[in-house]
């Protein structure tokens, strides 16, 4: 397994990613780890990270020295080069130079040196001469100006001479863009050449394998106790479902809340799955009414969203009092909210997450916490989720917010309106379920896509008749973070059939709009 040491840079889960990706295990930890912890670890191979510093600020933060005395290979990346040039002995210059700050961002042309085994073979043109040539993405301020003795330049571009370097003996290797982004064309290449070829690490981190690893590991944490989980039809919930029911049977029991701002036969849906098809223990609680009463007159966003979280934790409260036996609690945290929280502890925190579906439950509930999915990337989830036997369709969701249609009903939330946009938002997702581009539907084309309910009336004509009736708004959008996203070009066909078919088949519904804003400035969701 590898370890990477994060300096606070937001491109350092992409690393580990990358590494996951070619099936190598590893962990993100900051970079002031203790000595004891990383001989514990004990790492095949350390990668060092880059930092958020900006270039007119100096960072202090060091590589642990025991890092250069375990006698295994170890990367810089970007600022980590930096710090093991520095420590090395090597010298690093400012990006200020004469009053003038010289920085290099965007991409940049590399030129391999002296045929070291972290880029022999791996590159994406040859220069007439021969010279290996790799397309990177550059990010920096400082720069390494005179190797660390020991070292032999690697890589260079006219702007930054040294661009890279290695120490082949000790396998220490620097290098100053980054490998991690996909505008490094070869990046995964050479991540693979050092986790596999140069740190020795077999490609044995697949998610077959880790299904096994993880059912043991569970058995031995809970023994024979009773473990409780809150399932909400999502991928994350399932697949920790899925995986702890492997583990150990009719010990799980899975408490589902219908809030009353689901999807159309979601609660079906999960109940088919879950309880009729994997045969586990599934509470089916209808807490509809509970929801509504409590959002009755409450119109405002973030009033709304409380409102829901804090009745959920109610309704989950009271089923879970009713399970005496039960000693844990099971959650679906994955890899990505740990590091965020552990970031935000050590102020290292590079990314904000401003949704919590669930808060609270832990603490008041009084049970232990078992967390399968922990060390998962979202996408490795997926993988376990299907390697466990979940159907394509719910591991491919689209995700929906924990409010719910909730936050998709403007304003005041009520029954009729929510039986509404159900069946409206049925329609838009059966449309782009079955409409495909290029061999692919465009639900798989689009990160999100769901219904917004205005509680607008407007007038149409019906027959003879005069209609005076509700309006809803198709969004649809793609993205690969959630933090910005563009608007999805639906072909018109598409937005026109989606359109008369909400018309003529939801009562009630006579306008149909489709919202074409961006993120920023708009968001996703319209509250
Ligand atoms: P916005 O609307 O902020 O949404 O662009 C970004 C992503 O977050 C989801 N979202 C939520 N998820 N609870 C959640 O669990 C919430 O309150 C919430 N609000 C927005 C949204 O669906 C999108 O995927």
Not at 139 to 159: I, Q, R, Y
Not at 312 to 322: D, N, S, Y
Not at 369 to 378: A, G, H, S, T, V
Request: a negative charge.
């Amino acid at each position: 397994k590898i370890l990477i040491l994060d300096f606070g840079s937001q491109v350092t889960q992409l690393i580990a990613r990358r590494v996951r990706e070619a099936n190598v295990y590893c962990e993100i930890h900051p970079c002031d780890m203790s000595e004891d912890a990383i001989r514990a670890y004990a790492p095949k191979g350390v990668i060092l990270g880059g930092s958020h510093m900006s270039a007119y600020e100096e960072s202090t933060d060091k590589a642990p020295a025991v890092v250069f005395e375990l006698g295994v290979p170890v990367l810089g990346i970007c600022y980590g080069m930096q710090t093991m040039a520095h420590q090395l002995g090597g010298k690093v210059e400012g990006a200020v130079e004469g009053g003038q700050a010289h920085r290099e961002f965007g991409y940049a042309e590399v030129r391999a040196r002296n045929h070291t085994r972290l880029f022999d073979g791996i590159q994406d043109f040859a220069t007439d001469e021969g010279h290996g040539m790799l397309k990177v993405w550059m990010s920096h301020g400082d720069k390494v100006t005179e190797l660390p003795p020991g070292f032999v330049l690697a890589a260079s571009t006219p702007s930054c001479p040294i661009a890279a370097m290695a120490d082949e003996t000790r396998r220490f290797y620097g290098v100053q863009f980054h490998p991690e982004v996909t505008h490094t064309l070869q990046g995964q290449a050479l991540l693979t050449r050092f986790v596999h070829d140069i740190c020795g690490c077999g490609a044995n981190w697949v998610m077959g394998d880790y299904v096994e690893e993880a059912v043991a590991r569970i058995r031995e944490q809970v023994g024979d106790e009773e473990v409780i989980l809150g399932l909400s039809g999502g991928v994350d919930s399932s697949v920790a479902a899925a995986l702890i029911h492997r583990a150990i049977g009719d010990k799980l029991i899975c408490v589902f809340v219908d809030n009353g701002l689901l999807r159309l036969d979601e609660g079906k849906q999960v109940v088919n799955t879950f309880q009729t098809h994997m045969g586990m223990k599934l509470i089916h609680v209808d807490a509809t009414e509970r929801f509504m009463t409590a959002l009755a007159g409450v119109s405002d966003p973030e009033a709304k969203r409380k409102i829901i979280g804090r009745e959920f934790v109610h309704v989950f409260q009271e089923e879970a009092g009713k399970l005496k036996q039960a000693k844990w609690l099971a959650q679906g945290t994955i890899y990505p909210d740990v590091i965020e929280s552990a970031g935000a502890k050590t102020k290292k925190a590079t990314t904000i997450k401003s949704h919590h579906n669930v808060g609270g439950l832990p603490d008041t509930l009084h049970l232990k916490l078992l967390e399968p999915l922990r060390e998962l990337f979202k996408d490795e989830v997926r993988a376990l989720g299907l390697a466990l036997g979940l159907p394509r369709d719910m591991i491919f969701r689209h995700p929906f917010p924990g409010p719910g249609l909730g936050v998709r009903i403007l304003g005041e939330v009520k029954h009729e309106y929510a039986d509404l946009l159900r069946r409206a938002d049925a329609i838009f997702i059966e449309e782009l379920r079955n409409t495909y581009h290029e061999g692919k539907s465009w639900y798989e084309l689009t990160s999100q896509a769901f219904t917004v309910f205005l509680p607008v009336k407007s007038v149409g004509v019906m027959g003879d008749g005069r209609t005076y009736e509700w309006v809803v708004s198709l969004r649809a959008v793609q993205t690969s973070d959630f933090m910005t996203a563009h608007w999805a070009h639906l072909p018109y066909e598409l937005l026109g059939r989606t359109s008369n078919r909400i018309i003529n088949e939801v009562r009630g519904i006579n306008r149909v709009v489709y919202d074409i804003s961006g993120k920023p400035p708009a968001t996703i969701e319209w509250e």
